[in-house]
């Protein structure tokens, strides 16, 4: 089964905090549901931790998470703390974004 989480309603429109994403990918790793939909609707900023760090746990995580709903805000954070990975010389790509050969899930 899958659940979808309206990230607005647990952090309003900001995302400030490494503790309070992995409190949250605590309690995601405590569902029973096998897969996971984060909407990201009303989520105006993401600071560069909170994205590196949610980075971070959904590459730990036993479920299967989809994001949908990115601002482009949003978006140009995940792919800053992503080309910082690869400038560094690790291989990623956990963007979301459509200008990304990933796509957003409907």
Do not use: H, W
């Not at 560069?48 to 482009?72: P, W």
């Amino acid at each position: 089964m899958t659940n979808k989480i309206l990230l607005s309603e647990r952090f309003g429109n900001n995302i400030f905090t490494r503790n309070t994403i992995s409190s949250f990918f605590e309690s995601v790793e405590k569902q029973k549901d096998k897969e996971i939909i984060l909407d990201f609707s009303k989520i105006e900023f993401i600071s560069r931790s909170c994205a590196d760090e949610y980075i971070k746990k959904k590459e730990l995580s036993k479920k299967k998470i989809l994001e949908v709903n990115l601002s482009k805000e949003v978006c140009e954070m995940f792919k800053a703390v992503e080309n910082q990975y690869n400038e560094a010389g690790y291989s990623i790509s956990f963007s979301f974004c459509p200008t990304n050969k990933k796509l957003i899930p409907a």
